[in-house]
């Protein structure tokens, strides 16, 4: 679901892309079959565990069309910034480190560890990993080095597994999910300890109203109200901010690229 205040509510997140009415992860979204628990962290957990491979494509496009956006949004990660390309482009005597906030089941993960580099994927959600699992499995090329997989867990980073020489840390359509400012700015602040002087992080969420503090509301996570609200977040957590987007890749999607200094 996606909040709307002003009508008093909420809408279905696949309204507009032409879903089914009934569809399944709406109904997770709308509060179907949730547990009920004191923490807004643990309900994130709770409700990115519950869905299937299919139904976690849902999130990005459907199953039938799912692949074919790979492509275009790699595009905005690595080449609409031509910052970022440039930093990767100078990594030339060895493989490109890079780490996925939110890997999900591993989409992005696939292309880029084909691509040679070595690559890890975040998740808060041990489904997810599986579904990661399962899904490289299938993907992979033969000469590619495996993804490295790990459980983000109360909002911290796997402790003594993550390196601290990363050369670009990326994130896509997953900030706008996570239900409270206080999470990002732990995935921030841990991101920076993860990358080597002038590494970088490119990051893209929703613009929006932030929801009611302790609140959680399925799809809808905590948004930013301006690109300049978002880029204080990085630069507060010690980042360099190098470029501020809006609208690529929809209307009110904002990115931001940061380097550590």
Same mark, same amino acid.
């Not at 700015?185 to 002087?197: D, E, K, V, W």
């Not at 990085?234 to 929809?250: C, I, P, S």
């Given at each position: 679901v996606?909040?709307?205040p002003a009508a008093g509510g909420t809408r279905p997140l696949h309204a507009s892309r032409g879903h089914a009415r009934g569809c399944r992860l709406c109904w997770l979204a709308a509060?179907? !079959?949730?547990?009920? =628990?004191? @923490?807004? +962290? %643990?309900q994130m957990k709770a409700f990115w565990d519950r869905p299937t491979e299919d139904e976690a494509k849902m999130v990005i496009s459907s199953p039938r069309h799912w692949k074919a956006e790979i492509v275009p949004h790699l595009d905005w990660i690595l080449d609409r910034d031509p910052l970022v390309r440039k930093h990767l482009d100078a990594v030339r005597?060895?493989?490109?480190? +890079?780490?996925?906030? !939110?890997?999900?089941?591993?989409?992005? &993960? /696939?292309? &880029? +560890?084909? *691509?040679?580099?070595?690559?890890?994927?975040?998740?808060? @959600? %041990?489904?997810? *990993? @599986?579904? $990661? =699992? $399962?899904?490289?499995?299938?993907?992979?090329? /033969?000469? /590619? &080095?495996y993804p490295v997989l790990g459980l983000i867990k109360d909002g911290r980073f796997p402790e003594g597994e993550l390196p601290s020489d990363l050369d670009l840390i990326y994130s896509l359509m997953v900030f706008q999910h996570i239900p409270t400012l206080g999470e990002i700015r732990g995935y921030l602040r841990q991101s920076l300890a993860a990358l080597r002087p002038g590494g970088l992080i490119r990051v893209q969420t929703h613009r929006g109203l932030p929801p009611r503090e302790g609140t959680f509301q399925g799809f809808s996570g905590w948004m930013f109200p301006s690109l300049g609200d978002f880029a204080r977040e990085f630069r507060e957590a010690g980042f360099k901010v190098l470029t501020e987007q809006h609208g690529l890749g929809a209307r009110e999607w904002l990115w931001i690229t940061a380097a550590r200094p």
């Amino acid at each position: 679901v996606v909040s709307n205040p002003a009508a008093g509510g909420t809408r279905p997140l696949h309204a507009s892309r032409g879903h089914a009415r009934g569809c399944r992860l709406c109904w997770l979204a709308a509060g179907g !079959g949730a547990v009920s =628990t004191p @923490s807004v +962290a %643990e309900q994130m957990k709770a409700f990115w565990d519950r869905p299937t491979e299919d139904e976690a494509k849902m999130v990005i496009s459907s199953p039938r069309h799912w692949k074919a956006e790979i492509v275009p949004h790699l595009d905005w990660i690595l080449d609409r910034d031509p910052l970022v390309r440039k930093h990767l482009d100078a990594v030339r005597d060895r493989r490109v480190r +890079a780490l996925e906030l !939110g890997c999900g089941i591993g989409r992005l &993960l /696939a292309p &880029l +560890a084909n *691509l040679g580099w070595s690559v890890r994927g975040l998740d808060i @959600s %041990e489904r997810m *990993l @599986s579904h $990661a =699992t $399962a899904y490289l499995n299938r993907e992979l090329d /033969a000469k /590619a &080095l495996y993804p490295v997989l790990g459980l983000i867990k109360d909002g911290r980073f796997p402790e003594g597994e993550l390196p601290s020489d990363l050369d670009l840390i990326y994130s896509l359509m997953v900030f706008q999910h996570i239900p409270t400012l206080g999470e990002i700015r732990g995935y921030l602040r841990q991101s920076l300890a993860a990358l080597r002087p002038g590494g970088l992080i490119r990051v893209q969420t929703h613009r929006g109203l932030p929801p009611r503090e302790g609140t959680f509301q399925g799809f809808s996570g905590w948004m930013f109200p301006s690109l300049g609200d978002f880029a204080r977040e990085f630069r507060e957590a010690g980042f360099k901010v190098l470029t501020e987007q809006h609208g690529l890749g929809a209307r009110e999607w904002l990115w931001i690229t940061a380097a550590r200094p």
